[in-house]
């Protein structure tokens, strides 16, 4: 069964300061990732997506994430983060395109100014 | 950009009453979704329907839930008798089929209180 595990359930940054959001996950075949943030009482909105080919994969809002296939990991990163990245980030993984999407915990993020 | 509609937005409800979230699915869309998130915790899947029929569900979806497609355009999910528990957001997901569409897109959600 497919699971996600994201490390650290609240992390916090320096405005300006890198982001770095960790998200590990468990498939016996390669899957399709994804991570998606939800703002304050808001839906979810996709961040980035992996499906093939390059493994650095570059979203929106400046963020981008690399699938590591030896690691499992597809952790979310940004250079320099904004009062407005404040947020919940979910990273969530998809064994085909037409199958359930599993999320994991989650990681509220906070920017310090 | 199509995206994935959701009414209500807000629903307040007395415990025991039947409730009925709708969906507008992305019109070219052929899988459909129900996940929840409980206040402070993880989105869960609750089903899938595709071909009119339910596809794969979770132990979260029991017998006081059901979803339909009662038309072309509406995917809907009812809840018979509330519970206190079911105090959730609702979100409705749609996906295109075959592999050259990975996204499934997400709709805005349902706040659900259950008093």
């Known amino acids: 069964a497919q699971s996600v595990t994201q490390l650290g359930s609240h992390v916090s940054v320096s405005e300006g300061a890198l982001v770095l959001l960790r998200c590990n996950y468990s498939s016996s075949v390669p899957p399709y990732l994804f991570w998606y943030v939800q703002y304050p009482n808001q839906g979810l909105q996709l961040l980035l997506k992996?499906?093939?080919?390059?493994?650095l994969v570059k979203g929106i809002n400046g963020f981008e994430a690399e699938f590591k296939k030896s690691e499992t990991s597809f952790h979310l990163t940004k250079p320099s983060a904004h009062m407005s990245d404040a947020a919940e980030y979910f990273c969530a993984v998809r064994k085909t395109s037409y199958d359930k999407v599993i999320f994991g915990p989650g990681t509220s993020l906070s920017v310090i100014p | 950009e199509p995206e994935v509609t959701q009414t209500p937005s807000h629903q307040v409800t007395q415990m025991g009453q039947e409730v009925i979230l709708r969906c507008v699915p992305i019109s070219n869309h052929l899988y459909f979704y129900w996940y929840r998130q409980i206040l402070g915790q993880k989105v869960e899947f609750l089903v899938s329907?595709?071909?009119?029929?339910?596809?794969?569900k979770s132990e979260i979806f029991d017998d006081q839930f059901s979803v339909e497609r009662p038309d072309g355009s509406n995917f809907t999910l009812k809840i018979r008798s509330t519970k206190l528990e079911d105090s959730a957001m609702y979100f409705c997901?749609?996906?295109?089929?075959?592999?050259?569409?990975?996204?499934?897109?997400f709709g805005p959600g349902t706040r659900l209180l259950v008093l």
């Open positions: 997901a749609s996906s295109e089929r075959g592999e050259l569409s990975v996204g499934q897109y």
């Open positions: 329907f595709y071909n009119n029929e339910i596809s794969e």
């Open positions: 992996y499906t093939t080919g390059a493994t």
